[in-house]
């Protein structure tokens, strides 16, 4: 059974015919899965690091293709970057070496970063050969970002940074991050005194320490700065508006279809698992479900073509990984009790492999990118009820 299954790939939200490249995108993942280059795996946007597969997709053109040709993308509608990235979710492939840096560092410097910047950085974004990491969570910050301490003093030619940074994916991978850092004392705007850099994790002075999941994985890591050296030519933006900048950014980490499809491989596994005729209430788990990721879709959409427009659309990208995260975590329960059988990451039997894959993968789903409780306070403060 496959992503079309659930009648992806149209609604009202897109105008914009993507079934042709749907279907190029889908031989090749069937390709590689024949060849025995991937297995589906949940949550692969995070788990499934393999700088190999990221320079295929580089090499056919499909990271990035939305960005301008000049800069190594191929000038082709947004919508089209969001059905490819549908279907590399659906299929479990591992996409996790690209992902941070096609989804919201190039986006970032695309719209903050100087020329310099841009020539240098996104082509090789685009080749699936350059990595980012968010340095942004702080060990004693949690989710209220303007609480961060680390701090960037100026220097000679640049800036010298001090500090902490936690829960941050895949440093030990990247080759840079995004960090964001005070550069002014705090003021009574809790808002004020922050700037963003592009930060080089070989430079001397950081300290990575991967932090292992339930899993065994270690995607997370703790990541320590001692007089950190980033020249000028590496500040994004203004300095100072590192606020406004990363709420921005934000918008792109909360919206996309990674924080509802998760776990979608096991939910096709477990479709594909059903008899023509399922028992009833198999077929009102799945009527349910799939009711609910194609709301969550369209809500999704809306979001990608705000940003398209430039909108300010921090509200509604919490709203959707509020709503996603919360749904993923609903979806592997339902079908934990649908299937009936015990979880076991050694298994042959998919349903059981992937359900294993979901359950440990689960409780970080409405942590990471902000935990429910900061997002429902930012939609909160936008409707005027608190």
Known sequence: MSLGALAFGGGAAVEHDTAPLRAEVRQFLAGQQAAGRFQPHCDAWLSGHDPEFSRELGRRGWIGLNWPSRYGGRDRPEIERYAITEELLAAGAPVSAHWIAQRQSGPLLLRFGTEQQRERFLPAIANGECYFAICMS????????????????????????????????????????????????????????????????????????????????????????????????????????????????????????????????????????LTPSPEPADAELLGRLA????????????????????????????????????????SIEAIRAAVGREPDPSSRDTVEMLLAQAIASAPGFTLRGGTNEILRGIVARALGVR
Request: with cysteine.
């Open 138 to 273: 702080e060990p004693d910050a949690g989710s209220d970002l303007a609480a961060a301490t680390t701090r960037a003093t100026r220097v000679d030619g640049g800036w010298s940074v001090t500090g902490r940074k936690v829960w941050t994916s895949h440093a030990h991978r990247s080759h840079y991050a995004i960090l964001f850092c005070r550069t002014a004392p705090p003021s009574e705007n809790r808002h004020a005194g922050f700037s963003q850099f592009i930060l080089d994790l070989n430079a001397p002075g950081i300290t990575v320490r991967p932090i292992r999941l339930l899993t065994g994985e270690a995607h997370f890591n703790e990541v320590t700065f001692d007089e950190v050296f980033i020249p000028d030519e590496l500040v994004v933006g203004e300095v100072g508006n590192g606020w406004l900048q990363v709420t921005s950014e934000l918008g792109y980490e909360r919206s996309g279809p990674e924080r509802f499809m998760s776990p979608l491989p096991l939910l096709l596994a477990w479709l594909g698992s």
């Open 291 to 330: 009711a609910r990721l194609w709301s969550l879709r369209q809500l999704s959409l809306a979001v990608t073509a705000g940003l398209q427009r430039g909108d300010d659309v921090a509200t509604q990208a919490a709203l959707v990984k509020d709503l996603g995260t919360a749904f993923e975590q609903a």
